[in-house]
């Protein structure tokens, strides 16, 4: 009874090598990859110590210079913006003219108003004298409603 029970319970020899393998496995192919990521680190850094550096100083050559200046344009217009002082004769003319067209507004306006009323009123005696003629052509063919 006791070698059945061993057989059928007792997987302590079948998970111990499979635990075995399963180790040999993983570090045989982890130590692999990690050899070969040193290696290509490695690689990366002697590249960019050997022409990294040279290729970013004349990248850096190449671009600031116009950027610098560029800046600098820049920096002088803002500065020619903040220190301008408002001028008060321009103010004054500035404010002149917007109440100059505030008048001519105000004048086109209540010029089209005139003219509207014109208008409706040409209207009204137009319809007026219409109205009478029709009124005059009925009476006088004997039309009646």
């Not at 570090?27 to 680190?41: A, H, I, P, T």
């Not at 209207?123 to 009476?139: C, M, P, S, V």
Request: aromatic share 8%.
């Amino acid at each position: 009874i006791g070698e059945i029970y061993s057989r059928i319970f007792d997987h302590r020899p079948f998970t111990s090598a499979e635990i075995q393998y399963f180790l040999r496995e993983f570090e045989e192919k982890r130590s692999d990859r990690e050899v070969e990521n040193l290696f290509v680190s490695l690689q990366n850094t002697s590249e960019a110590k050997d022409t990294g550096v040279l290729r970013s100083r004349v990248a850096c050559e190449a671009h600031l210079g116009p950027l610098e200046k560029s800046l600098e344009a820049a920096l002088s217009a803002c500065e020619e913006i903040t220190t301008r002082t408002p001028d008060p004769q321009l103010e004054a003319t500035l404010l002149a003219n917007r109440e100059a067209r505030k008048g001519i507004w105000s004048h086109f306006v209540d010029d089209m108003a005139h003219k509207c009323s014109r208008v409706d009123h040409t209207f009204e005696e137009k319809e007026e004298e219409l109205r009478d003629f029709y009124t005059d052509l009925e009476r006088k063919l004997h039309i009646h409603k």
